[in-house]
């Protein structure tokens, strides 16, 4: 009787096992978890201005680098162009005047670090990832986080440009906050990566919205709303406005749903739709924002959604590097 219980008990555990690192397809047929291809490594991010980013960060993925180490270093590359008028140096400045930077960084331990409402420092990402590694916070926010930079050796400087400092006059003359955050305000650059060892990290880094309200933050340095990581199962990172992806927790969502079994894909179309049936039950007009996501699971699937058109998103995996149109939800 002992012997048929093992015999049991043994059959149970292996038929569950099974079951566990198995899935079937469309077509009916088994494939093990442990079989599939695994395309890594791999960076996405936001934008067109990601293509370049990309760039810098597979240079350190391609050499067997850590994920962290790429989505830093190239998130880097746009905020430190005085050309890209949304990220970084050149960003465009608030009502006040006033160049203000957020940024976030995670890695696949779920250490993270984070700055919000920065001035004067080019690379809020890097700052970010100091408050990770340095302290015992996740977050510092204004002068303080100013103060912290400064210590840490990152050199204090004018980070508004003469067209920027123009376009901010021009406002001045209507103060409408009309915000756009489309391909004529790219808002936003979010990189997430799965490097050859299979783990993941992100990076999130924005000047916010154009002649935003002094002291205003949006999602971008927001641990579960502008990015999340989650080495088990994939990351998220968005862009656009960054309230209404803060009013749903867009990237944890994404992240979660990619749990559940949805494809990264799929992952992105739902965290949309939510944000389109809240906008609807508010009675606000879905054609006043603008909200993107991209995904990235363990095997390195990626997927891309979006309210309107005009997003897209940069791929380099093996294959190459390139600029890919996001599916959009307003036909």
């Known amino acids: 009787m002992e012997n048929r219980r093992n015999f049991l008990k043994t059959t149970a555990t292996a038929a569950i096992a099974l079951a566990l690192n198995s899935f079937k397809t469309k077509e009916g047929l088994q494939i093990r978890v442990e079989d599939q291809k695994v395309n890594k490594p791999i960076v996405i991010s936001t934008w067109n201005f990601g293509v370049q980013a990309n760039g810098a960060a597979w240079t350190i993925l391609k050499n067997q680098g850590r994920a962290l180490d790429a989505v830093e270093a190239g998130v880097k590359i746009p905020e430190g162009d005085a050309s890209e008028r949304s990220v970084g140096y050149g960003g465009r400045p608030d009502r006040d005047g006033k160049v203000t930077l957020d940024s976030c960084i995670m890695d696949e331990f779920s250490n993270i670090g984070s700055v919000a409402a920065l001035e004067h420092i080019k690379h809020p990402v890097s700052v970010a990832r100091a408050v990770m590694e340095k302290t015992p916070h996740v977050m510092l926010v204004g002068d303080g986080a100013l103060q ?172 190459g590097n390139k600029l890919v149109n996001s599916d959009y939800f307003v036909k």
Not at 218 to 239: F, H, M, Q
Not at 249 to 275: F, N, S, W, Y
Not at 297 to 319: E, H, L
């Open 148 to 319: 912290f930079a400064l210590s840490q050796g990152f050199e204090k400087e004018n980070l508004l440009v003469a067209d920027s400092e123009k376009e901010w006059k021009e406002w001045l003359k209507t103060s409408e906050y009309l915000p756009k955050a489309n391909i004529e305000n790219h808002d936003t650059i979010g990189m997430i990566a799965l490097d050859a060892h299979g783990n993941l990290s992100g990076a999130c880094t924005t000047s916010g919205m154009a002649f935003k309200m002094h002291g205003r933050v949006g999602d971008s340095p927001i641990i579960g709303a502008g990015l999340y990581v989650d080495n088990e199962v994939g990351a998220a990172t968005a862009t656009g406005h960054g309230e209404e992806v803060i009013r749903i927790v867009g990237c944890h969502l994404v992240v979660e749903l990619m749990r559940q079994g949805k494809t990264p894909q799929e992952a992105c179309e739902e965290a949309v739709a939510r944000i389109v049936k809240l906008t609807h039950n508010r009675n606000k007009n879905l054609n006043d924002i603008q909200v993107g996501f991209i995904a990235l699971n363990k095997k390195g699937a990626y997927g891309a959604y979006c309210i309107q058109r005009g997003f897209n998103f940069a791929v380099n995996d093996d294959s």
